[in-house]
Every structure is written in structure tokens, then in C-alpha cells.
């Protein structure tokens, strides 16, 4: 395949691929046999002019090494194709199929770390049991569904528990910093199993949590056609050693007893502190780690738009932003930016309010939001292993205090920075579907959080202006940005007990959705002595 970057037609246009590639190449259209689309983004870099920016994949009749020599274009090179699976991506590693068949393995959750963990292991001949402490995604929604409308918490299934994990009700963002054939291969698998095929070339995909459960539901499918199976309502409460290695799994709920193992991958979340607790009190190393903490901020989505596009034009995309800054040696930064979407309560425990940001498909909601953390470390929560649990625990409870319930405070920015209450909104009206109530946030969450969040986004504002609005409205608290700890492991991916492997976002190990599942693939094909 010959890669062409780097075409570039004013947005609203509709190019002609083919037409464009033989350009690019410098051949007739009748010997190209096929242009795939294989990126495209977004140039606002000369707003109001807004470009589209596409790269192609031609398949040609003729050396295409030739062809992409003499064309000399320096945006044209001869790639291979992309992978269109998990499968063609084994496949193209050389991995033996079936090398693990007979072996006993469990894969503790079913976030993407967890099914992308299975399903590598179906294909390596295991036949995975999937132990998930939550329900079937279905399942799952009508109980988060019951909860937003003023239901009671359901602790072993929410916003943070339950098949699909906590990024079923996120965003469901696919883009990732690390890159390469396995992140490749995530979202071809994402694209495959319902998540549409915009996914592989958008430079940005996003899922959106309304698509989410028909991928994770096609993911279960196959998963348990390779072999598989699944434990729902069933979560691990102890495991059983020998001679420091892993025999066996304890199991409470529908599926209650011992599951007798010879690996088990633990891809339980950054929020499943009570396994954090009982494998800290069976001796498997941990150590604290550095996370963010923070609010949620939400603006009118057309502010946002018309600042990064400047005008006004409702076949765009809702627009997104990134933001860093450090002061005094401490980060603070956008995260999870959630375009015209909306925040959600995402309690997991009783007496602890949380937010988290949420986006559909098609990311029309009125408001656009994203966290608005800061960086904090052991040197503000303690060396001990558990010392940053305890530490989000004491702002949660903060907040539930604070607000009266699960419902976050709100907090007008003006009135934030200036320690008072809000009494009324301004032009943004806050999208909790929990609902809501007035207070200061201050009281919830450490002083040098608020200060530097309060000198972020005046810095923020000089690239959107109305990001330190007064009327902007702050809600709290944003405590679950990743795990506050590290599940100890070595190159070989097990833990201080043989045959734990620790894995994903909630070992320490990755951030988001498609990071997560790559080191899935990673920790399952370690189960089988294969280090990558």
C-alpha cells in the first residue's frame, strides 16, 4: 500500500479520493484499484479558515515502489496495510496460537484491559473465566440509570463497576499517546465490533458511552465463542498461595467458592480498593503513586466551538481543547474533555460523592466539560500503599458533606475564587442529570488544588477566553483520574506472587481506554511467555 499524507480541501468540501491519490502519485485514475481513507483531522491552525486534512492509502496497479519513488512527493512512502484486527495483528507478530490450551486462567474485571486480556487468551488456546463484581452491561445501565434519577447506590455496580468498566460511562476517547501496531490493532477491534469504521481513520475516535454497550456486549460474544466464559455479580475477595504462587481465587457472590488457577490477570480498575486492600494484606507488593485531583468545569458548548473554530458552523464537530500548566513545581491540567457532553455522579462507595464527564456519539449536549486536576503525589498523602486511597477518601466524603448526597457541590468560578457560595447560575446550567447543590468547593478539596486551579484557568483563558468566565461552573470532586497506586510487577508481568498479573489502569500500568486494552494484550500474552 502506498501511504499519501497531507491532502488538505476547505472543510465542507467533499474530495475525490481517487482523483486526489492519482495527483498525489502522479498517475491516471484508472490504475489506482483502491483508496482507503486512513486519517483525518482538523486544521484550525488559520481560523475562521478551517482545512480537512486527510491521508490515503492507494493500492495500485504496478510496483509501488517505483511509483512512490518517481513520483517524489515527500509526503508519499510504500507502508503496510493497517491491521484489521487483533487476530491479524497475532497473526503478523508470529504469535503460536493455542500455546496455553489446558491452562487454567481467570481475567478479574471487564474493562478494556480485561476483555482485551480475554480475548488475546482465547486465541492463545486458554479458555478464560472473566469474573466481573458487576452486571452485564444492560444490565448495568438501567442500575447507573436508577441512580442518576435519585436511586440508591448500588456498590458492586455503577459509573465505576460493571462490565465495560469505568470508560462505559466516559467519552469512550480511543486516541493515545503510545502509538503503534497494538493500539492500532484495539481500535480496529473497536471498529469491528460495532464501533463503526470512522474509528480507524478519525484522529481523534471516540466511541461515546451511548455506542459503548454494543461493542463491550459483541466483545462478550466472541470472547465466550473462542472458550470463554463469564462470572457476572461475582468478585474476588481473597486469593490462595502456595510456596508464593497463585492456586486459587476466592469467589463471593453468584458464582461463590474457590476457582482453582494457574494465572490470573488482574485488570480490576482504579477503584476496586478493596482488592487493593486484601492483596496489600496477602503480602503482594504496592507502592503509592502520583495522580491528579481535581473539578470538573463546564462551558456552552458553542462558546467552546466558535473560540477554537472562530465561526459558527453546525456541520463541525464539537470542539475539543487540551490544556497544561505547572506552577510552584505542580501540574495542573485538562483531562477526559468530555465535547458537548455531560457530568455524571460516579460514586462507588456510600458517604463519598465523585464526578466523572461523559459524551454520546454525536456529542450534541448543551454543555462541553473536562476535568480540571491537578497533580498530587506521596509527599501531600503519604508513602504507605494505601495512603492515596485514603486520601481521595477524605475529599469524596468531603464533597458528600458538602452537597448532602451523591449529587455534587456547584460552584460558580467566580464565586470559587472568591470563597463564596454561589446563589445563582449565570448562561450555564450545570448537565448533572443527579442533579446538584450550591457550596464551596474549597471545603473540598486540599488549598494548594484550589490555588492552582484558580492560576490555571486565567493561563487556560488566553487560548479560550471564556474558560475563566465568572459563569463557568466548577463541580466536585474529580478524584478518580487514575489508580493512586502501583500493583508491583516485573518484565514478565507477574507480581510478587507468581501467576497475579497485574494489569491496566487500576494496576498502574496505563491511562484511558485504548492503552488499557494494549496492555491487556500485553499481560495475556506474558501469560503464555511471550514479553513485549
Request: with cysteine.
Amino acid at each position: 500500500m502506498i501511504r499519501i499524507d497531507g491532502i488538505t480541501v476547505r472543510a465542507g468540501e467533499s474530495p475525490d479520493f481517487v482523483k486526489c491519490a492519482a495527483r498525489a502519485l502522479r498517475i491516471r485514475t484508472e490504475d489506482i484499484k483502491k483508496v482507503t481513507l486512513l486519517k483525518h483531522s482538523f486544521d484550525c491552525r488559520k481560523k475562521p479558515c478551517i482545512y480537512q486534512v486527510y491521508s490515503l492509502g492507494a493500492e495500485v496497479h504496478g510496483d509501488e515502489e517505483r511509483i512512490a519513488r518517481v513520483c517524489r512527493n515527500a509526503k508519499v512512502k510504500v507502508v503496510q496495510a493497517p491491521v484489521s484486527s487483533l487476530e491479524d495483528m497475532l497473526i503478523r507478530m508470529g504469535v503460536p496460537f493455542n500455546v496455553m490450551k489446558g491452562k487454567k486462567v481467570a481475567v478479574v474485571g471487564s474493562g478494556p484491559a480485561g476483555l482485551f486480556a480475554a480475548l488475546t487468551l482465547t486465541y492463545l488456546g486458554a479458555k478464560p473465566t472473566v469474573i466481573e463484581r458487576g452486571s452485564k452491561v444492560d444490565e448495568r445501565t438501567a442500575k447507573v440509570e436508577r441512580f442518576f434519577a435519585g436511586g440508591e447506590l448500588d456498590k458492586e455496580c455503577n459509573v465505576q463497576f460493571g462490565e465495560g468498566g469505568a470508560g462505559t460511562f466516559s467519552d469512550g476517547k480511543l486516541n493515545t499517546g503510545i502509538g503503534g501496531g497494538m493500539a492500532a490493532a484495539v481500535v480496529a477491534e473497536f471498529a469491528a465490533n460495532g464501533g463503526g469504521e470512522e474509528l480507524k481513520y478519525e484522529s481523534k475516535p471516540h466511541l461515546g458511552t451511548d455506542v459503548l454497550p454494543r461493542v463491550v456486549t459483541a466483545m462478550r460474544r466472541k470472547i465466550i465463542a473462542g472458550g470463554g466464559e463469564f462470572y457476572f455479580n461475582t468478585k474476588v475477595t481473597d486469593i490462595k498461595v502456595c510456596a508464593n504462587k497463585l492456586t486459587a481465587l476466592e469467589l463471593e457472590g453468584e458464582k461463590s467458592g474457590l476457582l482453582p488457577v494457574d494465572r490470573a490477570v488482574f485488570a480490576v480498575g482504579h477503584s476496586a480498593r478493596d482488592v487493593y486492600e486484601m492483596l496489600f494484606a496477602r503480602g503482594v507488593k504496592l507502592e503509592a503513586k502520583p495522580f491528579a485531583v481535581g473539578v470538573r468545569i463546564e462551558h456552552l458548548r458553542r462558546d467552546i466551538d466558535f473560540a477554537q473554530y472562530g465561526i459558527e458552523n453546525a456541520s463541525f464537530p464539537a470542539a475539543d481543547y487540551k490544556f497544561a500548566m505547572q506552577e510552584d513545581g505542580r501540574g495542573c491540567y485538562t483531562f477526559c474533555m468530555c465535547p458537548g457532553g455531560e457530568v455524571v455522579a460516579a460514586a462507588s462507595e456510600e458517604g463519598g460523592c465523585v464526578v466523572n464527564g461523559m459524551s454520546r456519539r454525536a456529542r450534541s449536549g448543551e454543555n462541553s466539560n473536562s476535568a480540571l486536576i491537578v497533580t498530587v503525589g506521596p509527599s501531600d498523602f503519604g508513602e504507605g500503599a494505601l495512603d492515596g486511597v485514603a486520601f481521595q477518601r477524605r475529599w469524596e466524603r468531603a464533597a458528600y458533606a458538602a452537597s448532602g448526597g451523591y449529587a455534587p457541590p456547584a460552584q460558580l468560578l467566580g464565586d470559587f475564587k472568591a470563597g463564596r457560595v454561589s446563589t445563582c447560575l449565570q448562561n450555564v446550567t450545570p448537565s448533572c442529570r443527579a442533579g446538584y447543590k450550591f457550596a464551596d468547593i474549597n471545603d473540598c478539596l486540599p488549598p494548594y488544588v484550589c490555588k492552582t486551579i484558580c492560576s490555571a484557568v486565567d493561563v487556560f483563558a488566553k487560548k479560550i477566553p471564556v474558560f475563566n468566565s465568572y459563569g463557568s461552573v466548577l463541580c466536585g470532586v474529580e478524584t478518580r483520574t487514575s489508580a493512586p497506586l502501583r500493583m508491583l510487577r516485573g518484565k514478565d508481568c507477574n507480581s510478587s506472587v507468581f501467576g497475579l498479573m497485574p494489569c491496566g489502569e487500576g494496576a498502574g500500568y496505563s491511562g484511558g481506554i485504548t492503552s488499557s486494552a494494549v496492555d491487556g494484550i500485553r499481560v495475556a500474552l506474558a501469560c503464555a511467555g511471550i514479553i513485549i
